[in-house]
Protein backbone atom coordinates (compact mmCIF):
# COMPACT_ATOMS: atom_id res chain seq x y z
CA UNK A 1 0.00 0.00 0.00
CA UNK A 2 0.98 3.32 -1.05
CA UNK A 3 1.57 5.90 2.25
CA UNK A 4 -0.42 9.21 0.84
CA UNK A 5 -1.04 12.64 2.51
CA UNK A 6 -4.41 12.24 4.28
CA UNK A 7 -6.66 15.17 5.27
CA UNK A 8 -9.67 14.25 8.18
CA UNK A 9 -11.70 17.05 8.43
CA UNK A 10 -14.01 16.95 12.09
CA UNK A 11 -12.34 16.01 15.36
CA UNK A 12 -15.03 14.21 17.40
CA UNK A 13 -14.75 10.46 18.09
CA UNK A 14 -15.15 9.42 14.17
CA UNK A 15 -12.48 12.38 12.74
CA UNK A 16 -10.09 11.44 15.58
CA UNK A 17 -10.49 7.41 15.53
CA UNK A 18 -10.06 7.46 11.48
CA UNK A 19 -7.05 9.51 12.26
CA UNK A 20 -5.24 7.42 14.61
CA UNK A 21 -6.20 4.18 12.14
CA UNK A 22 -4.81 6.18 9.36
CA UNK A 23 -1.27 7.09 10.99
CA UNK A 24 -0.76 3.59 12.39
CA UNK A 25 -1.33 2.40 8.61
CA UNK A 26 1.74 4.43 7.35
CA UNK A 27 -0.37 7.57 6.25
CA UNK A 28 0.88 11.22 6.73
CA UNK A 29 -2.07 12.57 8.41
CA UNK A 30 -3.39 15.82 9.75
CA UNK A 31 -6.98 16.84 11.63
CA UNK A 32 -8.74 20.06 9.99
CA UNK A 33 -11.68 20.75 12.57
CA UNK A 34 -14.22 23.98 13.23
CA UNK A 35 -13.95 23.36 17.38
CA UNK A 36 -11.41 21.43 19.08
CA UNK A 37 -12.11 17.77 20.32
CA UNK A 38 -13.12 18.64 24.10
CA UNK A 39 -15.85 21.40 22.33
CA UNK A 40 -17.52 18.35 19.80
CA UNK A 41 -21.02 17.20 20.06
CA UNK A 42 -18.41 13.87 20.88
CA UNK A 43 -18.11 15.29 24.76
CA UNK A 44 -21.80 15.00 25.65
CA UNK A 45 -22.42 11.23 24.69
CA UNK A 46 -22.94 8.98 27.80
CA UNK A 47 -20.61 6.60 25.20
CA UNK A 48 -22.21 3.22 26.82
CA UNK A 49 -21.28 0.78 24.02
CA UNK A 50 -25.01 0.35 22.03
CA UNK A 51 -26.32 0.71 18.32
CA UNK A 52 -28.56 3.69 18.73
CA UNK A 53 -30.22 5.59 16.31
CA UNK A 54 -28.27 4.17 13.46
CA UNK A 55 -28.76 2.30 10.41
CA UNK A 56 -28.63 -0.02 8.20
CA UNK A 57 -29.03 -2.93 10.47
CA UNK A 58 -26.37 -5.15 8.72
CA UNK A 59 -23.82 -2.46 8.52
CA UNK A 60 -24.50 -1.00 11.82
CA UNK A 61 -24.09 -4.60 13.08
CA UNK A 62 -20.59 -5.40 11.94
CA UNK A 63 -19.57 -2.06 12.34
CA UNK A 64 -20.40 -2.47 16.06
CA UNK A 65 -18.67 -5.97 16.36
CA UNK A 66 -15.75 -4.37 15.50
CA UNK A 67 -16.00 -1.41 17.68
CA UNK A 68 -16.94 -3.89 20.63
CA UNK A 69 -13.69 -5.99 20.26
CA UNK A 70 -11.23 -2.42 19.62
CA UNK A 71 -12.61 -1.03 23.14
CA UNK A 72 -12.03 -4.14 24.74
CA UNK A 73 -8.92 -3.77 23.87
CA UNK A 74 -8.30 -0.61 24.76
CA UNK A 75 -9.94 -0.96 28.08
CA UNK A 76 -6.27 -2.10 28.82
CA UNK A 77 -4.83 0.92 28.17
CA UNK A 78 -4.12 3.30 30.90
CA UNK A 79 -5.92 6.76 30.67
CA UNK A 80 -7.63 5.46 27.64
CA UNK A 81 -11.38 6.52 30.04
CA UNK A 82 -12.70 3.13 28.35
CA UNK A 83 -14.08 0.44 31.12
CA UNK A 84 -15.82 -2.77 30.60
CA UNK A 85 -19.17 -2.02 32.82
CA UNK A 86 -22.29 -4.28 33.54
CA UNK A 87 -25.65 -3.03 32.64
CA UNK A 88 -28.75 -3.59 32.51
CA UNK A 89 -31.71 -2.48 29.94
CA UNK A 90 -34.96 -2.51 31.29
CA UNK A 91 -38.62 -3.24 29.39
CA UNK A 92 -42.08 -3.05 31.21
CA UNK A 93 -43.43 -5.25 28.58
CA UNK A 94 -41.78 -8.57 27.11
CA UNK A 95 -39.06 -7.60 24.50
CA UNK A 96 -37.27 -9.89 21.76
CA UNK A 97 -33.72 -10.22 20.95
CA UNK A 98 -32.32 -7.06 19.88
CA UNK A 99 -30.87 -6.86 16.14
CA UNK A 100 -27.58 -6.46 16.82
CA UNK A 101 -27.28 -9.03 19.60
CA UNK A 102 -24.87 -11.23 17.95
CA UNK A 103 -22.37 -8.33 17.78
CA UNK A 104 -22.33 -8.81 21.68
CA UNK A 105 -19.82 -12.10 22.78
CA UNK A 106 -22.43 -11.95 26.23
CA UNK A 107 -25.65 -11.19 25.83
CA UNK A 108 -28.28 -12.44 28.02
CA UNK A 109 -31.70 -11.50 29.80
CA UNK A 110 -32.21 -9.78 33.02
CA UNK A 111 -33.10 -12.44 36.01
CA UNK A 112 -36.47 -11.68 36.83
CA UNK A 113 -35.53 -11.28 40.47
CA UNK A 114 -32.88 -8.48 39.77
CA UNK A 115 -35.66 -6.46 37.54
CA UNK A 116 -37.36 -3.01 39.41
CA UNK A 117 -41.04 -3.10 39.97
CA UNK A 118 -43.03 -2.65 36.46
CA UNK A 119 -40.61 -3.83 35.08
CA UNK A 120 -40.81 -7.10 32.82
CA UNK A 121 -37.86 -7.86 30.49
CA UNK A 122 -34.74 -6.34 30.36
CA UNK A 123 -31.38 -7.01 28.65
CA UNK A 124 -28.33 -7.85 30.70
CA UNK A 125 -24.73 -6.46 28.97
CA UNK A 126 -21.36 -6.41 30.00
CA UNK A 127 -20.07 -3.38 27.35
CA UNK A 128 -16.96 -1.18 26.64
CA UNK A 129 -18.16 2.17 28.30
CA UNK A 130 -16.35 5.14 27.39
CA UNK A 131 -15.63 8.50 29.30
CA UNK A 132 -15.34 10.53 26.34
CA UNK A 133 -13.82 14.15 27.61
CA UNK A 134 -10.88 11.38 28.89
CA UNK A 135 -10.78 9.61 25.74
CA UNK A 136 -10.80 12.59 23.51
CA UNK A 137 -7.98 13.74 25.43
CA UNK A 138 -6.05 10.38 25.34
CA UNK A 139 -6.89 10.10 21.71
CA UNK A 140 -5.11 13.55 20.58
CA UNK A 141 -2.15 12.55 23.54
CA UNK A 142 -1.70 9.40 20.49
CA UNK A 143 -2.34 11.60 17.96
CA UNK A 144 0.80 13.58 19.02
CA UNK A 145 2.84 10.48 19.35
CA UNK A 146 2.53 9.93 15.78
CA UNK A 147 3.01 13.62 14.48
CA UNK A 148 -0.65 14.61 14.10
CA UNK A 149 -1.55 18.46 14.91
CA UNK A 150 -5.32 19.36 14.97
CA UNK A 151 -5.83 22.69 12.92
CA UNK A 152 -9.48 24.36 13.86
CA UNK A 153 -10.23 25.74 10.93
CA UNK A 154 -14.20 26.38 9.79
CA UNK A 155 -14.37 25.18 6.10
CA UNK A 156 -17.08 26.43 3.81
CA UNK A 157 -16.07 23.71 1.35
CA UNK A 158 -13.94 19.85 1.38
CA UNK A 159 -11.88 21.64 -1.53
CA UNK A 160 -10.40 23.62 1.34
CA UNK A 161 -8.58 20.94 2.87
CA UNK A 162 -5.47 20.20 2.12
CA UNK A 163 -3.61 16.96 1.34
CA UNK A 164 -4.03 14.39 -1.54
CA UNK A 165 -7.17 12.03 0.36
CA UNK A 166 -10.01 14.15 2.47
CA UNK A 167 -12.11 11.95 4.73
CA UNK A 168 -15.09 13.57 5.70
CA UNK A 169 -16.25 13.01 9.53
CA UNK A 170 -17.95 16.47 10.45
CA UNK A 171 -21.24 14.96 11.62
CA UNK A 172 -23.95 17.10 11.63
CA UNK A 173 -21.88 19.62 9.38
CA UNK A 174 -22.04 18.03 6.74
CA UNK A 175 -25.84 18.97 6.50
CA UNK A 176 -24.69 22.24 5.28
CA UNK A 177 -20.59 21.57 3.84
CA UNK A 178 -22.38 18.98 1.73
CA UNK A 179 -26.22 19.77 1.31
CA UNK A 180 -26.64 16.69 2.32
CA UNK A 181 -30.94 17.19 3.15
CA UNK A 182 -31.37 13.56 4.77
CA UNK A 183 -29.60 14.67 7.80
CA UNK A 184 -31.36 15.71 10.71
CA UNK A 185 -30.50 16.60 14.64
CA UNK A 186 -31.95 14.78 17.23
CA UNK A 187 -30.44 16.67 20.68
CA UNK A 188 -29.76 14.87 24.14
CA UNK A 189 -29.61 16.78 27.07
CA UNK A 190 -27.92 15.47 30.37
CA UNK A 191 -26.76 16.10 33.86
CA UNK A 192 -23.60 15.20 35.23
CA UNK A 193 -23.38 14.39 38.45
CA UNK A 194 -20.81 13.65 41.21
CA UNK A 195 -20.28 9.83 41.23
CA UNK A 196 -22.48 8.76 44.14
CA UNK A 197 -21.48 4.99 43.63
CA UNK A 198 -22.89 3.83 40.79
CA UNK A 199 -20.92 0.93 39.60
CA UNK A 200 -23.33 -0.32 36.36
CA UNK A 201 -25.42 1.31 33.62
CA UNK A 202 -28.80 1.01 33.34
CA UNK A 203 -31.10 2.20 30.43
CA UNK A 204 -35.27 2.60 29.79
CA UNK A 205 -35.90 3.85 26.21
CA UNK A 206 -39.84 1.71 26.70
CA UNK A 207 -41.74 4.87 28.13
CA UNK A 208 -41.75 7.73 26.06
CA UNK A 209 -38.68 9.35 27.43
CA UNK A 210 -34.95 8.03 27.13
CA UNK A 211 -33.93 7.18 30.50
CA UNK A 212 -30.31 6.34 31.53
CA UNK A 213 -27.63 6.58 33.89
CA UNK A 214 -24.09 6.28 32.53
CA UNK A 215 -21.57 5.43 35.45
CA UNK A 216 -17.71 6.78 35.13
CA UNK A 217 -15.08 6.94 37.56
CA UNK A 218 -15.49 10.68 39.41
CA UNK A 219 -18.93 11.06 37.68
CA UNK A 220 -22.46 10.11 36.83
CA UNK A 221 -24.51 11.01 33.58
CA UNK A 222 -28.16 11.10 33.87
CA UNK A 223 -29.69 11.17 30.57
CA UNK A 224 -31.39 12.45 28.60
CA UNK A 225 -34.02 13.71 25.97
CA UNK A 226 -33.72 12.63 21.74
CA UNK A 227 -35.68 15.39 20.34
CA UNK A 228 -36.07 15.13 16.63
CA UNK A 229 -35.44 18.38 14.75
CA UNK A 230 -34.58 20.51 17.87
CA UNK A 231 -31.47 22.30 17.31
CA UNK A 232 -31.35 24.16 20.57
CA UNK A 233 -27.90 23.99 22.57
CA UNK A 234 -28.89 25.95 25.43
CA UNK A 235 -29.68 23.63 28.31
CA UNK A 236 -33.52 23.48 29.51
CA UNK A 237 -33.78 23.74 33.36
CA UNK A 238 -37.44 22.35 33.02
CA UNK A 239 -36.25 19.17 31.13
CA UNK A 240 -32.84 19.08 33.54
CA UNK A 241 -35.19 18.48 36.67
CA UNK A 242 -37.25 15.91 34.90
CA UNK A 243 -34.33 13.75 33.45
CA UNK A 244 -32.84 14.16 37.48
CA UNK A 245 -36.56 12.97 38.45
CA UNK A 246 -36.38 9.47 36.01
CA UNK A 247 -33.23 8.72 36.87
CA UNK A 248 -34.03 8.75 40.61
CA UNK A 249 -37.16 6.83 40.16
CA UNK A 250 -34.72 4.14 38.76
CA UNK A 251 -31.72 4.74 41.66
CA UNK A 252 -32.73 6.76 44.39
CA UNK A 253 -29.28 7.95 44.99
CA UNK A 254 -29.31 9.82 41.69
CA UNK A 255 -31.84 12.56 42.94
CA UNK A 256 -29.50 13.23 45.82
CA UNK A 257 -25.96 13.71 43.88
CA UNK A 258 -24.55 17.01 43.12
CA UNK A 259 -24.95 18.33 40.40
CA UNK A 260 -21.91 19.42 38.27
CA UNK A 261 -22.71 20.46 35.04
CA UNK A 262 -25.60 20.03 32.17
CA UNK A 263 -25.10 19.63 28.39
CA UNK A 264 -26.77 19.49 25.46
CA UNK A 265 -25.68 17.79 21.90
CA UNK A 266 -27.08 16.99 18.23
CA UNK A 267 -26.71 13.56 17.52
CA UNK A 268 -25.95 13.46 13.54
CA UNK A 269 -29.09 10.93 12.12
CA UNK A 270 -29.87 10.34 9.02
CA UNK A 271 -31.51 6.98 7.44
CA UNK A 272 -28.22 5.55 7.00
CA UNK A 273 -24.85 5.70 7.75
CA UNK A 274 -23.36 7.50 4.97
CA UNK A 275 -19.16 5.81 4.73
CA UNK A 276 -18.29 5.77 0.76
CA UNK A 277 -15.43 6.53 -1.53
CA UNK A 278 -16.24 10.22 -4.12
CA UNK A 279 -14.14 12.75 -5.57
CA UNK A 280 -13.96 16.14 -4.75
CA UNK A 281 -14.69 19.08 -7.46
CA UNK A 282 -11.21 19.58 -7.52
CA UNK A 283 -10.46 15.90 -8.73
CA UNK A 284 -9.33 14.78 -5.22
CA UNK A 285 -10.66 10.98 -3.95
CA UNK A 286 -12.69 12.11 -0.82
CA UNK A 287 -14.34 9.04 1.68
CA UNK A 288 -17.30 10.41 3.60
CA UNK A 289 -18.18 8.94 7.55
CA UNK A 290 -20.74 10.73 8.64
CA UNK A 291 -24.62 10.14 9.77
CA UNK A 292 -23.77 7.62 13.31
CA UNK A 293 -27.02 9.28 15.17
CA UNK A 294 -26.68 7.75 18.81
CA UNK A 295 -23.90 5.21 17.57
CA UNK A 296 -20.91 7.24 16.99
CA UNK A 297 -18.83 6.00 19.68
CA UNK A 298 -20.08 2.59 19.35
CA UNK A 299 -18.98 2.39 15.34
CA UNK A 300 -16.34 4.76 15.29
CA UNK A 301 -13.19 1.96 15.61
CA UNK A 302 -15.36 -0.28 13.24
CA UNK A 303 -15.71 2.52 10.57
CA UNK A 304 -12.42 3.42 11.08
CA UNK A 305 -10.83 0.01 9.79
CA UNK A 306 -13.40 0.59 6.39
CA UNK A 307 -11.64 4.31 6.22
CA UNK A 308 -7.92 2.91 6.08
CA UNK A 309 -9.74 0.23 3.48
CA UNK A 310 -11.39 3.12 1.71
CA UNK A 311 -8.11 5.35 1.19
CA UNK A 312 -5.24 2.32 0.86
CA UNK A 313 -7.50 2.03 -2.62
CA UNK A 314 -8.28 5.90 -3.70
Known amino acids: MSHMSVTVVGAGIVGLSAAWRLAEAGHTVGVVAAVRPAQTTSVVAAAIWYPYLAFPQDLVTRWSGVGYRELVGLAAEPGSGVRIRRGRELFREPTPDPWWCNAVPDFQRVPPDQLPPSYVDGYLLEVPAVDMPRHLSWLEDRLAERGVGIEVRRLDRLEEAPGGVVVNCTGLGSRD ?18 QFGLDEWLLDDTSGELTYLAPREETVVLGGTAQQGVEDLIPDPQLALEIVARCAALVPAAGRARVLE ?19 ADGRPVV ?19 IVDLVAKA
Open 262 to 280: HRVGLRPARPSVRLERGEL
Open 177 to 194: LLADADLFPVRGQVVVVE
Open 288 to 306: HCYGHGGAGVTMSYGCARD
